[in-house]
């Protein structure tokens, strides 16, 4: 379970996370969407510890973030854009990432045939294609079989065989009871993958609940069209609806 209490991060005069509440039940597939700018990624990169909040605790599987990194063992991590090494071979970021983390991998030779990947083991990063970079980043962050797992723009760059690999791989691990946490502009993609939506707007989390409550209470049949007409709600009127960062009594027995 992740809980985020009271949350705040400000780069200089801007203010990203607002006081940000926020419970995440272990087992949930959730999208979180917004627009650009919104906090989405630095709501991520505060939960993985790479940005340091202002105020606030964020608690992941019962251990609060306060300088003891071993909760990270139990995370994987495709961000939208990976940087590695441009002159390291794939296998050889691949023994790196498993000295680093000091684990044994689970999945790692599966998701290599998985995604077509054995046949760049021996080229350096630098010479990947962007759609194989991404491969790469989705092998990183499976292959050691976490509980939480966090995708942010994952299907970016990959081709239609590539992008339907992936998501059948996510459906598989939703299936298995993992965390799955996923951002995204593609809001067919998330109708697909999760059950549970985060919409962050201007730091804030305007709407938390299941996909299906939220097409009922916009009267959309698709969640492009329901967090369109969100945009244009004005923000009281959503606060209204629920507290930003709450579940209410019938989303917590849908996600027990």
Not at 135 to 141: E, F, P, R, T
Request: hydrophobic share 35%; no cysteine.
């Amino acid at each position: 379970m992740i809980e985020i209490k009271n949350l705040e991060k400000a780069f200089g005069r801007l203010n990203v996370l607002k006081g940000m509440n926020l419970t995440i039940p272990k087992g949930q597939a959730t999208g979180i969407v917004g627009p650009n700018g919104a906090g989405k990624t630095t709501l991520i990169k505060t939960i993985l510890g790479l940005v340091k909040a202002d105020s606030g605790s964020i608690s992941v599987n019962g251990i609060e973030l306060n300088g003891n990194w071993d909760y990270r063992k139990d995370i994987g991590y495709m961000p939208q854009v990976a940087r590695y090494p441009e002159n390291m071979k794939v296998n050889e970021l691949l023994s790196f990432i498993k000295k680093l983390r000091d684990q044994n991998p689970v999945y790692e030779e599966e998701l290599i045939d998985q995604f077509s990947l054995r046949s760049e083991l021996e080229k350096p990063l630098r010479t990947l294609s962007g759609g194989n970079r991404q491969k790469v980043g989705a092998i990183l962050s499976m292959m050691f079989n976490p509980e939480i797992l966090f995708f942010d723009e994952p299907t970016a760059g990959l081709d239609p065989q590539s992008s339907h690999k992936f998501k059948q791989r996510v459906k598989a691990e939703k299936e298995n009871g993992k965390t799955v946490i996923i951002t995204s502009h593609i809001m067919s993609e998330l109708e697909q993958l999760v059950d549970h939506v985060i919409f962050i707007l201007d730091g804030n989390i305007r709407y938390y609940g299941s996909m299906q409550n939220l097409l009922d209470e916009s009267e959309e049949d698709r969640l492009e069209a329901a967090i369109a007409r969100m945009m244009d709600t004005p923000s009281e009127e959503n606060d209204t609806k629920r507290e930003p960062g709450t579940i209410t009594k019938s989303q917590k027995l849908e996600t027990a």
